[in-house]
């Protein structure tokens, strides 16, 4: 079992940054692939960014050249760094850790944190 808990979120103006981390209960972070997913009031869950055991790294295309996910081995923590922020991006995001490589798909991720919430005001 893998707990993943989430921080950084916040209130920010529209073009500000914030740094999302994703804290895991043991070192699972060299052993699993990682994404972060969001989810706005009203709408499904979507993909945002993921990264693999390997460091391979994908992005959707809503937040590409904005958003950078990185791994801290130090830290046992996986980054979401958000620049350029807009209100579309307001949402709860969710760090999610699963099978090795990385998909935008939900199911294959086995592990979820509570989630974190971002706000972007106009």
């Known amino acids: 079992q893998v707990q993943l808990v989430e921080s950084g979120g916040g209130v920010v103006q529209a073009g500000g940054s914030l740094r999302l981390s994703c804290a895991a209960s043991r070192r699972a972070f060299t052993e699993y692939g990682v994404a972060w997913f969001r989810q706005a009031p009203g709408k499904e869950r979507e993909f945002v960014a993921a990264?693999?055991?390997?460091?391979?790294?994908t992005y959707a295309d809503s937040v590409k050249d904005r958003f950078t996910i990185s791994r801290d081995n130090a830290q046992n923590t996986v980054d979401l760094q958000m620049n350029s922020l807009k209100p579309p991006d307001t949402a709860v995001y969710y760090c999610?850790?699963?099978?090795?490589?990385?998909?935008?798909?939900?199911?294959?991720?086995?592990?979820w944190g509570q989630g974190t919430q971002v706000t972007v005001s106009s």
């Open positions: 999610a850790a699963g099978q090795r490589g990385y998909s935008p798909d939900l199911p294959y991720y086995d592990y």
């Open positions: 990264l693999s055991w390997s460091g391979g790294t």
